[in-house]
């Protein structure tokens, strides 16, 4: 399972603070103009993350952390609509380092990330960095690239967007 | 020849480097228990008193003074026990939690100074009794979420403003326990992660953020728009996903691929397709198509 860092720089993480923990109910990336809403997402019978049911939304792997909380908190989207229109996240790959994306929560508080590195994997690939990474607030953020294989069904890639927890706010 | 005795004096030295360097790692403490001090993320004994927005996740409490001063601009996302029953109880259990992180062996002799040091799990002192931290103290759990790191400051911990602790190596500051002989003071805008078990007073100045609790067995805590949240451990266990074999699931298929563009190939097919059903079907069309007869 080969994977291509296109940056990896690591933001300092001295403006972590603590967040409390609620369900996610919208994203929000202000680079892209993206404000979705949170779907929660498990695991298909074969053993991947889920996705939402349409393109529009984004889904929360809800058998990991939530975001805000120590842990990795996952959300995927689409990249494009079965009808060939562009999917919630068909420009992520054009977040950079540095950039902000946000969760409200279904309490009303406001959890910000900061981007911190992008990755590539292989559509099969099973990341225990993407999923399980542990010593801090991540929120990752997932979905297709590379070549559409017909006969897999599948682009050939993965994007990852990795991003750690900077603050939370209440409304 | 050379005398292997001569080479002898080595070997303490690449002992000492392999257990600096973190290749070799011993056995750290087990955890300090917090029995009914967990649901607490502030504690104290002669009242808690706040300014500023601050915000509390976890319970508070004071006791035998439950005075509280300055409450109105705290958000507590948790329960105010005041000086109740709850209180009092967590008052006695945080006198164990104390005694135990007070009692812990081996100690390890550390400079009073931590910031810009990388510490693996451990029990430490300093000789002068006292702790601080200016810039950045690295806790490194060398791989295990369940790594203990116990401070005995035998008078005072003092944080410098923006101060920090990074936690690497799956530590967490639920496992992480500050005992204080006297006081400690969280400096401005600076973070704070663990466990602090102060027997006097517990300052936290404007901005200070606290990834753990704060108790003091005596004296006040002091807040000044803060963030303190109770770390627990548990958490972390719920967030590792199990469900399958290799206990991390494949990427998801985000993709439904390009629509399908009608090739030139596939319209004439269907051009063909159609005029076959039209000469089939169509009974002017079947005349017409009747082969003629022979010329001889």
């Known amino acids: 399972m080969g994977s291509k860092a296109i940056t990896g720089e690591i933001l300092s993480q001295a403006a972590q603070t603590s967040a409390p923990s609620s369900s996610p109910a919208r994203l929000l990336i202000p680079k892209l103009r993206i404000e979705a809403k949170v779907q929660q997402v498990g695991l298909t019978p074969a053993g991947a993350m889920d996705v939402p049911t349409n393109s529009v939304e984004v889904g929360w792997f809800k058998e990991g952390s939530a975001p805000g909380e120590t842990g990795s908190a996952v959300i995927d989207g689409h990249l494009d609509a079965r009808d060939g229109t562009a999917g919630v996240f068909q420009s992520l790959g054009s977040l950079q380092v540095g950039d902000k994306v946000q969760i409200s929560d279904s309490a009303g508080a406001i959890s910000s990330f900061v981007v911190w590195q992008k990755k590539e994997y292989d559509w099969d690939a099973r990341p225990p960095e993407v999923f399980n990474k542990n010593d801090g607030k991540y929120l990752n953020l997932i979905t297709c690239t590379g070549v559409w294989n017909v006969g897999k069904q599948s682009y050939g890639k993965r994007l990852v967007v990795f991003t750690t927890f900077e603050k939370t706010s209440v409304n | ?296």
């Not at chain 2, 292997?4 to 000492?16: E, H, K, Q, R």
């Not at chain 2, 006695?92 to 931590?114: F, K, S």
């Not at chain 2, 805008?189 to 953020?209: E, K, P, Q």
């Open chain 2, 1 to 296: 020849m050379i005398r292997i005795s001569s080479f002898l004096w080595v070997v303490p030295l690449i002992a000492l480097f392999l257990i600096s360097a973190g290749f070799v790692k011993a056995a750290g403490p087990t955890t300090v228990g917090l029995s009914t001090t967990t649901s607490f993320a502030v504690l104290a004994g002669s009242g808690i008193t706040n300014t500023g927005p601050t915000t509390i996740n976890g319970d508070v409490g004071s006791y035998p003074t439950a005075t509280q001063t300055g409450f109105g601009s705290v958000t507590l996302n948790g329960t105010n026990h005041n000086g109740d029953s709850v209180t009092q109880g967590a008052k006695t259990d945080l006198v164990t939690a104390y005694n135990d992180a007070a009692g812990r062996t081996p100690v390890t002799t550390i400079p009073t100074e931590l910031g810009g040091s990388t510490l693996v799990p451990g029990v430490y002192t300093s000789a002068a009794g006292t702790f601080g931290i200016t810039g950045t103290l690295t806790l490194n759990g060398q791989g295990d979420p369940n790594a203990v790191f116990i401070f005995q400051a035998a008078s005072t911990l003092i944080t410098a403003s923006s101060s920090n602790i990074v936690l690497t190596g799956s530590a967490r500051s639920c496992n992480i326990f500050w005992q204080v002989g006297s006081s400690a003071t969280l400096g401005t805008s600076s973070t704070l992660r663990g466990n602090v078990f102060a027997l006097t007073s517990i300052t936290a100045t404007t901005g200070a953020v606290i990834d753990g609790r704060l108790l003091a067995r005596n004296g006040a805590v002091t807040l000044d728009t803060n963030t303190i949240t109770k770390s627990t451990c548990a958490a972390v266990t719920t967030t590792t996903p199990t469900s399958t074999a290799s206990g991390t699931p494949t990427l998801p298929n985000t993709g439904h691929g390009p629509s399908l563009p009608v090739s030139p190939l596939a319209a004439l097919s269907l051009v063909i397709l159609a005029g076959t059903l039209y000469r089939r079907f169509n009974p002017r069309s079947q005349v017409s198509s009747k082969p003629t007869a022979s010329r001889h």
